[in-house]
């Protein structure tokens, strides 16, 4: 039989008690609501790198297998000062002499890229300085330049890593002895690198100054010797380190523009495209060389140039060179610059 709670009939008014529990349970349940939804919408704005945020990295660094753990310590790098929340871990791995030497090399990196947060991580870095591992002994003492003046007590064994038997690991060296206190070794250990016949001392010494910009002017001299290196890739470095000195490199690269090697003409031509408007006379005057190839780098550089008054009317003349591929590439930089009125 079914007891007269079940039979039919008017509604029964619910005790106010109980009423006021299911309303405060609606109203939470609606703030939990809004507070997923804010949590939601902040983490699309947090700072992602391969559509991961730096928590889905850090669980990454947990990964059974190396190139994950190698993924997720290079993307926290790439993440900065975001992944700062990763410290710990990252330190944990460079710890573990266990560990694969390319998963620990990119764990100093990103220690490095994190930066002031990451000072805690001083002292493993100086001790990682000696490992035997190339990938760390490389990474290191960036991560150490990185970090500045927190990093003054490495001092001394980055100095002895200018004698290092790998190159990238000395210019590595100066460029952190430069970045912690402007060190008085670090820029010429970087000029006789330049000067040597080693083609990848040479590069990684030019790719260091490039990261000095305006700081690099001391040893602009030896920036331009190495564009006539017999490596194109070191000598491109040079060129680009010089453009990254600014208008302040124009006067040491004066004397290359009229060097009977066209491509060391062209080289410094390169250089003076990265320089920008201040430069803009000298391309000019570059679209006359008697070198195809050096006309073409000028009109590719005048191109970019914001300075139309000077770019235009030297680019309408190229337009009739006697070589075809200097035309194309005027018309193209024309096109780049767009009409007058832009």
């Avoid at 609501?33 to 699309?44: D, K, P, Q, T």
């Avoid at 003492?141 to 100095?159: D, E, I, K, S, V």
Wanted: aromatic share 4%; glycine share 8%.
């Amino acid at each position: 039989m079914k007891s007269d709670a079940s039979k039919s009939g008017p509604p029964r008014i619910m005790p106010a008690s109980r009423s006021f529990t299911l309303g405060s349970l609606a109203l939470v349940l609606a703030a939990c609501h809004l507070f997923g939804y804010a949590s939601v919408r902040a983490a699309e704005r947090a700072p992602v790198f391969r559509e991961k945020t730096a928590e889905q990295w850090i669980a990454w660094l947990g990964s059974e297998s190396i190139r994950g753990r190698w993924d997720a310590a290079h993307a926290l790098g790439e993440l900065g000062p975001a992944a700062a929340a990763a410290v710990g871990p990252l330190v944990a791995i460079l710890e573990n002499r266990g560990e694969d030497e390319y998963v620990r090399g990119s764990a100093a990196r990103a220690l490095g890229r994190i930066g002031p947060a990451a000072e805690e991580a001083v002292p493993l870095l100086i001790e990682t300085l000696g490992s035997k591992h190339l990938s760390v002994r490389r990474n290191a003492p960036r991560a150490l330049g990185n970090l500045g003046q927190a990093a003054a007590p490495a001092t001394a064994q980055l100095r002895r890593l200018l004698l290092d038997e790998d190159s990238q690991v000395r210019a590595a060296a100066a460029l952190a002895l430069w970045k912690i206190d402007r060190h008085g070794s670090a820029l010429p250990a970087l000029g006789e690198m330049l000067r040597g016949r080693d083609a990848a001392a040479a590069f990684h010494a030019a790719a260091a100054l490039t990261e000095l910009g305006p700081q690099a002017l001391a040893v602009a001299p030896a920036l331009v010797e190495c564009l006539a290196h017999a490596d194109e890739d070191a000598a491109r470095a040079a060129a680009k380190a010089l453009g990254r000195i600014g208008p302040a490199a124009i006067p040491a690269l004066q004397g290359s523009l009229e060097n009977p090697d066209p491509r060391i003409r062209r080289r410094a031509v390169a250089a003076l495209a990265w320089i920008g408007e201040e430069a803009v006379p000298l391309l000019v005057r570059s679209l006359a060389d008697e070198d195809p190839t050096v006309r073409r780098t000028a009109a590719r550089a005048l191109g970019r140039s914001s300075e139309k008054a000077a770019a235009v009317p030297a680019l309408l003349e190229a337009l009739d060179d006697p070589v075809a591929e200097v035309r194309q590439t005027a018309a193209e930089a024309l096109k780049q610059i767009g009409p007058p009125g832009n």
